[in-house]
């Protein structure tokens, strides 16, 4: 499970045996989970524990570091 990235409290992450599904990113704070499709575009998937005002703050993130989510997604699963 590679960590993608980490800002503040919330780690950004996938599960290596996820490349059947389109690409998309977990994100965690102590026992919150949510899951983000991020291609083609940024959209809530799956939401566990997280307040609907932190899922706002959550996406924001996910939005500005798409690219970064998407290249790791990428080069992980080898979809160049």
Not at 3 to 31: A, C, M, Q, T
Not at 43 to 51: I, Q
Not at 55 to 76: D, G, S, Y
């Amino acid at each position: 499970m590679p960590d993608v990235l980490r800002i503040g409290p919330y780690r950004f992450y996938f599960w290596s045996n996820e490349s059947n599904e389109p690409s998309h990113i977990h994100v965690k704070r102590d026992r919150s989970v949510a899951k983000y499709w991020i291609d083609p575009t940024v959209a809530l998937a799956k939401n566990h524990g997280f307040a609907r005002h932190e899922l706002t703050v959550v996406r924001r993130l996910v939005e500005e570091h798409r690219e970064r989510l998407l290249e790791a997604w990428r080069e992980h699963f080898d979809q160049a």
